[in-house]
C-alpha cells in the first residue's frame, strides 16, 4: 500500500490502494512482450463540492471535441461538436473548478482555427454565465499570417502586427465576459529582437485590459517555436524580464501561469511575486507545472501555488475532491489524492509534451465523454497505441476510470483495431 506522510507524522493511504476490482477485466500488452490480465478497479471516492472552493483558485485547461464524422485531417478547419465540447466544461465546473478554455490544450497553434477559436470563447463563455462559474480564456495572435512576421519583415511593423492581433482577441474574450489569459505569442517570438520588444508589445496591450489578467509563460517543452521569449536564451535572465514586467502592470495581472515543468525555479518566483503587492492582494502564481503540481499547490510555510493545469482536464474528479480536502483543512488527504494522480500527469505529458492533448482525449474518450477518440486536425495520432495503453493502465490506478465496464469495453476495442490482442 502507498502513503503519505505529513511532516507531523501522519499517514495517509493512497485511495487508489484500496480501490476494489470491478467485475470487468482486459487483457493489457506488457513492455516485455507479455501480457497482463487486468480487472479494472472501480472509481475512486471522489465527491462534488457542496459550497464553492476556496483553498485555493484552481482551472482545469480543457481540449475541444470534434465531430466524429467530421474532415479531422491535418490542416481541415476545425468541426466541434459542440454538445461534447460544452458538455465536459459543464462537468469540471460540477467539480467546482473554474475552466480555462481557447488555451494550448484546446489546440491554439495546433489544429484549431481563428473563426472557431473565436465560437468557443463566445459559447464557453456563455455556457459559464448561465450557471456562474469560472471561466478564463486564452487571448494570443494566432489569427496572424505568419508572413507578416516572417523574416525580412521590418521589425517596427511586425511588432505592430503583433499588438492589433492581442487587442483584437483581447476584446473578444472581455466582451464574452471571461478573464483574459494573455497566452505567449509565436509571432513576438519570431519578432521580438530583445527584451524591449517584449515590454513595448505587452505594456500596450495590457492598457486594453478591463479586469485583471493572467500572464502565461509557456515553456519550449511545449511549443518549440516560443524558445527564447522574453528575449533571453537562459531562465533566470528571462525570469528577470518577466517579473520586471509583472511589476509595472501589477495593478493589471491577477496572475502568472508558469509552464516550465520545473519546480524549483516555480517556488523561487512564487516568492517574487508575493513581494508584489497591490492593495493587500499579492500577484498569484497559477502552476502550470502538469508534473510537479502536488507539492507546488500544497505549498509550504511561505506560500503556495494556485493551479491552471492541462492534467487537471483528465484529474478532475481527483483534483476537486483534494481541494474540498485542502479546505477542511486535511492538506495530508490532499496531498495523498493528488499524489495518486501524479504518475498519470507525468506520463500524459512526456516528451514530446505538446502531445499531450491525445493522452487528455483518449482519457475523456474511455469515460464516454466523447462519442470517438479523435483530435481536431487528426491530431489523436499524436501519442503512439503503446503509450495509450500505459494511460489506461495509470488512471486505472489512479481510480480515474468512472464506468469500468465502458472504459474495458473501449479498451478491447482500441486493442483490436491497433493489432494488439492477445
Known amino acids: 500500500m502507498t ?108 489544429g484549431l482555427d481563428w473563426a472557431a477559436t473565436g ?34 519583415v521590418d521589425p517596427a511593423a511586425a511588432l505592430d502586427a503583433v499588438v492589433t492581433a492581442y487587442r483584437e482577441q483581447v476584446a473578444l474574450v472581455q466582451d464574452a465576459g471571461a478573464q483574459v489569459v494573455l497566452m505567449a505569442s509565436r509571432a513576438l517570438a519570431a519578432a521580438a529582437r530583445d527584451p524591449e520588444d517584449y515590454a513595448e508589445v505587452y505594456d500596450a496591450v495590457l492598457e486594453d485590459v478591463e479586469a485583471p489578467a493572467i500572464l502565461h509563460w509557456l515553456g519550449p517543452m511545449f511549443d518549440p517555436a516560443l524558445e527564447g521569449y522574453w528575449g533571453a536564451t537562459d531562465v533566470a535572465s528571462a525570469t528577470n524580464v518577466f517579473v520586471d514586467l509583472v511589476r509595472a502592470h501589477a495593478d493589471r495581472i491577477d496572475g502568472v501561469k508558469v509552464s516550465l515543468l520545473d519546480a524549483e525555479h516555480e517556488v523561487a518566483l512564487r516568492r517574487r511575486l508575493a513581494a508584489i503587492d497591490v492593495q493587500g492582494h499579492p500577484v498569484r502564481l497559477y502552476t502550470g507545472d502538469d508534473f510537479n503540481y502536488p507539492e507546488l499547490i500544497l505549498g509550504d510555510e511561505l506560500g ?42 507525468r506520463h500524459v505529458f512526456a516528451a514530446p509534451t505538446y502531445y499531450y492533448k491525445t493522452g487528455i482525449a483518449f482519457w475523456s474518450w474511455l469515460n464516454g465523454f466523447q462519442q470517438g477518440f479523435q483530435l481536431v486536425g487528426g491530431l489523436h495520432a499524436g501519442r503512439s497505441a503503446v503509450h495509450l495503453v500505459e494511460l489506461f493502465r495509470l488512471a486505472d490506478d489512479a481510480g480515474l476510470l468512472l464506468d469500468p465496464a465502458l472504459a474495458a469495453s473501449r479498451m478491447h476495442a482500441f486493442l483490436d483495431v491497433n493489432g494488439l490482442e492477445p
Open 3 to 110: 502513503a503519505t506522510t505529513a511532516p507531523g507524522g501522519e499517514v495517509s493511504p493512497s485511495p487508489a490502494a484500496e480501490l476494489p476490482g470491478s467485475g470487468f477485466h482486459v487483457d493489457l500488452p506488457t513492455a516485455d512482450g507479455g501480457w497482463e490480465h487486468r480487472e479494472v478497479r472501480v472509481p475512486g471516492p471522489w465527491t462534488t463540492p457542496d459550497r464553492p472552493l476556496t483553498s485555493r483558485v484552481a482551472f482545469a485547461a480543457a481540449h475541444v471535441v470534434p465531430r466524429a464524422a467530421a474532415d479531422n485531417t491535418p490542416g481541415a478547419p476545425a468541426d466541434v461538436d459542440w454538445d461534447a465540447t460544452l458538455a465536459f466544461r459543464h462537468r469540471i465546473w460540477d467539480h467546482g473548478l473554474g475552466v480555462a478554455d481557447a488555451m494550448d490544450t484546446a489546440q491554439r497553434g495546433m
Open 304 to 345: 503556495h501555488s494556485d493551479a491552471l493545469l492541462g492534467i487537471f482536464a483528465a484529474i478532475f474528479p481527483a483534483a476537486s475532491t483534494a481541494l474540498q480536502a485542502l479546505d477542511a483543512g486535511s492538506g495530508v488527504r490532499a496531498r495523498t489524492i493528488l499524489d495518486s494522480t501524479q504518475a498519470l500527469g
Open 119 to 152: 465560437e468557443l470563447v463566445r459559447r464557453s463563455s456563455a455556457e459559464a454565465r448561465g450557471r456562474g462559474a469560472q471561466i478564463a480564456c486564452g487571448a494570443g495572435t494566432d489569427q496572424l499570417d505568419p508572413a507578416t512576421y516572417a523574416p525580412g
